[in-house]
């Protein structure tokens, strides 16, 4: 059975870092591009980045672009988000998820596997 395992949120400062990190298993993990998505409270879900299933190309959201980092390791079936100078207004239930490009798995409709979230908490 295919699970996704998100792990590293907590409370931190503003200005802080967190990474996350997601594992998965029940699934041939380099087939599957991989993203993250996030839900602040009372909103909607919404795309933040995502990475192609060869590594080679990612897409993010311009709100985290330049402080959110996305990478992967095929050898541990694993994706990570690297937070950086985070702010109050990330904070949310940040879910991993997975899709068969990368343009599908910024659709709601393309994510193939959700993940059951990390919260991460982003103080003043």
């Known amino acids: 059975q295919v699970q996704l395992v998100e792990s590293g949120g907590g409370l931190v400062q503003a200005g802080g870092s967190l990474r996350l990190s997601c594992t998965a298993s029940?699934?041939?993990?380099?087939?599957?591009?991989l993203g993250w998505f996030r839900q602040a409270p009372e909103k909607a879900r919404e795309f933040v980045v995502a990475?192609?299933?060869?590594?080679?190309?990612?897409y993010n959201d311009d709100s985290v672009k330049g402080r959110f980092t996305i990478s992967r390791d095929n050898a541990k079936n694993t994706v990570y988000l690297q937070m950086n100078s985070l702010k109050p207004e990330d904070t949310a239930v940040y879910y991993c998820?997975?899709?068969?490009?990368?343009?599908?798995?910024?659709?709601?409709?393309?994510?193939?596997?959700w993940g059951k979230g990390t919260l991460v908490t982003v103080s003043t």
């Open positions: 998820a997975t899709g068969s490009n990368l343009l599908r798995i910024r659709r709601h409709s393309g994510v193939d596997y």
């Open positions: 029940g699934l041939i993990f380099s087939n599957y591009a």
């Open positions: 990475i192609s299933w060869s590594g080679a190309y990612t």
